[in-house]
């Protein structure tokens, strides 16, 4: 999986409480993202990461924040998580340098349920 | 590992048949494609990639086809196999400055009988 890992890799949580998942990679790669997958919709982009301490939102980012205090290390955090919060999470990681775009490569995923 | 039971459009084949995975994508700005495939359990994998100065690009049993007049991308799989069976999404990126994310289409699910 490209040296990407996610953790953790499963977490059941209540509804109010925060959440964070790590990812952390090993390609020292400029790029990192966290997107969700739901059925019918995908994946869908929440925030991605172009550098340590640049992120930027996603089509999805309501009721998440993101920090990336190092290259390897991207963090996602459920502020206050809810049902609709409910999800797979993958988190990615790219290289490319200029306008050159390149391919994504994932983690494994972590499953989140919020109850 | 991780799944998603996603209700998907499935492409139902042979094994030994050749299948073909459509993708219609909308943003004409977009420069550059790639095809995912995704196993059960598992984050999506990298197939094949191409840019929009080509047409038709070739890797080991794979070719993708991009028809930009149309916005179109298909994937073609040759002697298609059973380890072929996953979710198969195409994904764009589109001519932004550096944002280099991509945009995922639903998927379609390619179920090999042996």
């Known amino acids: 999986d490209a040296g990407i890992t996610q953790s953790p890799r499963h977490k059941v949580t209540e509804t109010g409480t925060p959440v964070t998942l790590r990812c952390h990679q090993t390609?020292?790669?400029?790029?990192m993202y966290w997107y969700r997958q739901d059925p019918g919709h995908g994946l869908r982009l929440i925030h991605y990461s172009y550098g340590v301490k640049d992120t930027d939102k996603g089509e999805v980012s309501d009721g998440y924040s993101v920090s990336r205090s190092k290259t390897e290390d991207f963090l996602l955090t459920l502020e206050s998580a809810t049902s609709s919060q409910t999800s797979v999470y993958f988190c990615?990681?790219?290289?490319?340098?200029?306008?050159?775009?390149?391919?994504?490569?994932f983690g494994q995923g972590t499953r989140l349920t919020v109850v | 590992g991780e799944s998603v039971g996603l209700h998907l459009p499935t492409l139902s084949v042979q094994e030994g048949d050749n299948s073909i995975i459509n993708c219609a994508y909308s943003n004409s700005a977009s420069d550059y494609f790639i095809w995912y495939k995704q196993e059960s359990g598992k984050g999506p994998q990298f197939i094949i990639d191409?840019?929009?100065?080509?047409d038709k690009r070739q890797g080991q049993r794979v070719t993708v086809l991009l028809n930009k007049t149309v916005k179109h991308l298909s994937l073609q799989i040759a002697a298609t196999q059973p380890g072929d069976s996953a979710v198969y999404f195409c994904?764009?990126?589109?001519?932004?400055?550096?944002?280099?994310?991509?945009?995922f289409g639903s998927g379609t699910r390619l179920q090999v009988q042996p």
């Open positions: 990615a990681i790219s290289a490319g340098t200029g306008n050159l775009r390149t391919e994504a490569f």
């Open positions: 390609e020292n790669h400029r790029y």
């Open positions: 191409i840019r929009s100065n080509m």
């Open positions: 994904a764009e990126a589109g001519m932004d400055t550096g944002r280099r994310a991509l945009t």
